[in-house]
């Protein structure tokens, strides 16, 4: 059986104002440290204490769907006045999304309405990463999602059962500076460890909860739990 997506993780300065805001603007119900999906996402998102400030740019980032010009609207309005703020990652005026900065600077895109690659995706549209391709085809034997775009080295997967996209947008990666604020949690049995690694994946150690951490073939760190 694959490794089973079972959270998304931040690591966050103030655990709990980040779960709050992110509760607030998903419509998640809070459970703990956790949010639990109120849609056909299959992941929970779960928030950590983190061990410093944040730094540089996230590899991961939500991408956030609209279905109206209004809509998109509510949406940037309402994550505003949550904490977010505005900012500048390159974007060029005419592209259509609106990018933000969550409360502790964790950055994420508020997708214009009529995006055909994220027409049927719920909410929050994807989880876009930046990756490889050898990382996209990495992730969709190791979670068993079939690849739902491959093109110009760029990849994407979804799980059979719907919810988010995950995508990769293929070089030039930036420079990875410290420890990975966001980083996917997987849940299986101890056997999957030597399978991760025969597809790529290192080892990296054992945890205090139990779970092993290992890093994907870009580096990426991730966590697999029992």
Not at 145 to 154: F, G, M, S, Y
Not at 164 to 170: C, F, S, V
Request: charged share 20%; net charge negative; glycine share 12%.
């Amino acid at each position: 059986m694959p490794s089973r997506l079972s959270a998304l993780c931040f690591r966050a300065s103030s655990p709990p104002r980040l779960t709050r805001f992110w509760s607030e603007v998903l419509g998640w119900e809070i459970a703990g440290a956790d949010l639990l999906p109120a849609d056909d996402t299959g992941f929970r998102i779960r928030f950590l204490p983190a061990g410093g400030p944040k730094a540089g740019r996230n590899r991961i980032h939500f991408d956030l769907t609209s279905t109206s010009a209004q809509d998109q609207q509510r949406t940037v309005a309402r994550a505003l006045e949550l904490g977010a703020q505005h900012i500048d990652v390159g974007q060029r005026p005419e592209e259509g999304h609106v990018v933000l900065a969550d409360p502790e600077g964790n950055e994420f895109c508020v997708i214009e309405p009529g995006n055909g690659f994220l027409a049927d995706c719920g909410f929050i549209g994807a989880l876009s990463c930046d990756g490889s391709q050898q990382v996209g085809y990495f992730w969709s034997e190791a979670l068993g999602w079939p690849l739902v775009w491959d093109q110009d080295q760029e990849t994407a997967i979804r799980s059979p059962h719907g919810g988010p996209k995950i995508t990769w947008g293929g070089p030039p990666l930036m420079p990875a500076i410290g420890p990975n604020r966001l980083f996917f949690e997987l849940t299986a049995g101890p056997s999957e460890v030597d399978r991760l690694i025969a597809l790529g994946a290192t080892l990296s150690e054992d945890d205090e909860d139990g779970g092993v951490l290992m890093a994907d073939p870009d580096g990426n760190e991730f966590r697999l739990t029992p």
